[in-house]
């Protein structure tokens, strides 16, 4: 993939020796993943061939490095942060970020202020914005009185930073509503504030509290690395999905049923945390633009509160974690 999004595995690549030396050859800082490190070297200076033949299996057991999604889905965030900065020079994109908040739902009542241990969903999305290097401004955008003063008591009291209050217009509050049509709103809020548009326009949900400031800085290097109109945050699908044709469903990865996972059926589905575009393709085209990349995350990372079971199941989950880490102190 010459754009960026999937360099090719590095068990079966060739490449000239010289050409190896001319960029540097590995890092030796870099403990896994170092065949995305090596592609960002050669991508812009070699001519690439992709072969659509299977060229080569190979099996995984339970101590395969990549089965620890965790450690391989931090060093690719590493190695994409170390080609971003060889990019920046005196000029660093504006990025405003988006979160926003329904007060209520059927049977979820008050949602920003429940408390996930000792922090409400709203401070606990604040973490992940504020916390990003890459995020100049936060927005929280709601047709709540209720929820933009609660936003203003977190700023107050220090637990959160100063950010942009918005209150958004009955019109486009209702579940009926574009998100892209939000973006726009907040972005306009934005230029009455700065007196331009920002470089870039982040949405980030309220209900992906786990979210980390890693994994919007990943999003945002991303987009300027491979030069994509949008980046989404994503969980690779392991089961088996179909799609409906005019006989019937179409498996599209058939080769899960034979305990395989082909590069080219692999398929991914957003897990609705975070969506980074560029503010062009925001205003001219639509939410996501043509050239649509991604960032990877974590199943537990990407947990999502909807409702009051999914608050149930991230307490327990929590509590358990908390009480493995007592036993290992």
Not at 152 to 168: C, F, I, P, T
């Amino acid at each position: 993939d010459a754009s960026g999004h999937l360099p090719p595995h590095g068990a079966c690549t060739m490449v000239r020796t010289r050409m190896l030396k001319a960029v540097g050859g590995y890092s030796e800082d870099v403990n896994a993943q170092d065949g995305w490190e090596l592609w960002f070297k050669f991508v812009n200076r070699v001519k690439v061939a992709s072969l659509e033949a299977p060229l080569f299996y190979y099996r995984q057991h339970d101590q395969s490095l990549s089965r620890d999604s965790g450690k391989l889905l931090a060093a690719r965030a590493n190695i994409i942060a170390k080609t971003r900065s060889k990019l920046e020079g005196s000029y660093v994109p504006s990025c405003l970020a988006v979160i926003p908040i329904r007060e209520s739902y059927p049977g979820f009542e008050g949602v920003p202020f429940r408390m996930i241990g000792k922090k409400s969903l709203l401070h606990r999305a604040f973490e992940s914005a504020q916390g990003a290097k890459g995020v100049t401004e936060v927005a929280v955008t709601s047709n709540s009185n209720k929820v933009l003063e609660f936003s203003r008591e977190l700023s107050e009291s220090k637990k959160v930073k100063r950010h942009m209050a918005v209150h958004r217009p009955k019109e486009l509050s209702g579940s009926h509503i574009r998100l892209r049509d939000i973006l726009l709103h907040a972005s306009e809020a934005y230029r009455d504030k700065y007196k331009s548009y920002p470089d870039i326009v982040l949405f980030l949900s309220l209900h992906a509290p786990l979210r980390k400031a890693e994994h919007v800085d990943s999003a945002i290097d991303v987009l300027r690395v491979n030069a994509c109109d949008s980046v989404v945050s994503v969980l690779k699908e392991r089961e088996p999905v179909f799609v409906h044709e005019r006989n019937g469903l179409k498996l599209l990865n058939p080769g899960r049923f034979d305990g395989l996972m082909y590069e080219r059926e692999t398929i991914y589905r957003f897990n609705g945390a975070v969506i980074a575009v560029w503010w062009e393709v925001l205003k001219d085209s639509d939410l996501f633009g043509e050239n649509i990349g991604y960032v990877r995350m974590g199943h537990e990372d990407s947990v999502q509160v909807k409702n009051l079971q999914d608050m149930r199941k991230l307490q327990l989950m929590l509590n358990k974690d908390s009480l493995q880490e007592d036993d290992a102190s």
